[in-house]
């Protein structure tokens, strides 16, 4: 649970932006606002690296190089501070940490458990990620506004979570004894061989999910201006009805795997397809607030479904690896979304705002559409899901 908390750590900077730029006026707005967002570059390679290293490393290990990166990039700005460019090196390391932090998370969680304890295990991490980062953000806020610094003292929640992690994380890696894995060697082999597809597709889900869920964050703001739906505060207002959905997906999750069964993930683009359609249709703050939910619950869904379906999809000594991939691919589908539908809004003519929600729209339907057409959810459960 401190790994979970502390792997949405990346983003804890976001309400000092503005005061940061008041502080370099001579900067560029875009490269100040890089200080949030540039850490997602340096999580994709962690995760990548991390992931091949788990099959070598232990658990404790990989989780106290986690907070050390997160510890030592969040504070150092405390001492140093006399650029931007500082402060984009110290968002570097702290993105790296957290990049693994995202992968040790399943992995850790996949090496113990199984089946449906797994699957609500990992609903509940999901939940932990999210709910804190609407308190941190909160706190964060409280305490910019007694100066920007002040916000990165935040970052002592890292050594807390240093402590815990070198008492009770294990010592293992994420592969079982010899003895007991080269008995399945066999199976994994082939098990490997005959769900490549499916494990690409869950990779791509995860892309969606957040290449899709990242238009709110690029553009929500912009649209509830655009519209005059509220004051400078409604963004951040709607946005936590956005993250709220999910803490309430990820404790519920298995509960609506019950009643969706083999549709689940078909349902989630619907609800941010839907989402999508009331944004584009509708001028009202308490409709937004609505919409955003139902996006975030979309996302929520697929990204505690997908790392499960993973988890049976992979042969065991490759799941870091796996993991580690959909990691960095997540992050990447965040950082692309803004240049996608920004080409795909110029291409078409559109306003950049409301191309953003019709491409949302678009890409959701298509989603929901071919995972139903293909049965791919019943497919996979079918034949490899561990009960």
């Excluded at 506004?145 to 890292?158: D, I, R, S, T, V």
């Excluded at 589908?333 to 705002?353: E, I």
Aim: net charge positive; charged share 10%.
């Amino acid at each position: 649970m401190a790994l979970a908390i502390m792997s949405r750590f990346d983003s804890i900077i976001s309400p000092s932006v503005a005061a940061i730029q008041a502080s370099f006026p001579r900067t560029d707005p875009s490269t100040v606002e890089s200080v949030v967002s540039i850490g997602s570059s340096a999580a994709i390679v962690s995760a990548l690296l991390f992931g091949h290293l788990l099959t070598r490393m232990s658990f404790r290990t990989a989780g106290c190089i986690s907070c050390l990166c997160v510890a030592l990039g969040g504070l150092m700005p405390l001492f140093v501070h006399s650029s931007v460019g500082q402060l984009l090196l110290f968002a570097l390391v702290v993105g790296f940490g957290v990049g693994i932090a995202t992968t040790v998370l399943p992995s850790l969680s996949a090496r113990f458990f199984r089946g449906k304890r797994l699957a609500a295990l990992m609903g509940l991490v999901l939940a932990v990620q999210d709910g804190s980062s609407m308190l941190v953000l909160a706190l964060g806020g409280v305490l910019a506004k007694g100066g920007w610094l002040h916000n990165y003292w935040l970052y002592f929640l890292a050594l807390p979570a240093l402590v815990l992690v070198i008492f009770m994380v294990p010592g293992v890696g994420a592969v079982e004894e010899d003895s007991q894995a080269v008995g399945s060697e066999a199976s994994s082999s082939q098990k490997g061989v005959q769900c490549w597809w499916a494990t690409l597709s869950c990779i791509l889900i995860g892309f969606l999910s957040i290449f899709l869920v990242a238009v709110l964050y690029n553009k929500l703001a912009v649209y509830i201006a655009k519209y005059s739906l509220g004051g400078t505060s409604a963004a951040g207002v709607a946005l936590m009805f956005n993250t709220g959905s999910s803490v309430v997906i990820g404790l519920s999750i298995n509960g609506i795997k019950r009643v969706c069964r083999q549709w689940t993930i078909p349902f989630a683009f619907l609800l941010m397809a839907l989402g999508a359609l009331l944004f584009l249709t509708t001028r009202s703050f308490p409709i937004v607030c609505l919409s955003a939910f139902l996006i975030g619950s979309g996302s929520a869904i697929n990204m505690a479904t997908c790392p499960f379906l993973l988890s049976n999809l992979t042969p065991d000594r490759r799941y870091p690896l796996v993991m580690g991939v959909f990691s960095a691919t997540t992050s990447l589908g965040f950082t692309a979304s803004t240049w996608a539908f920004k080409t795909f809004s110029k291409m078409f003519g559109l306003d950049p705002v409301t191309g953003s929600f019709i491409g949302m729209l678009i890409i959701a339907l298509l989603a929901a559409v071919m995972l139903s057409l293909v049965r791919f959810q019943s497919c996979v459960e079918s034949r490899f899901i561990k009960r």
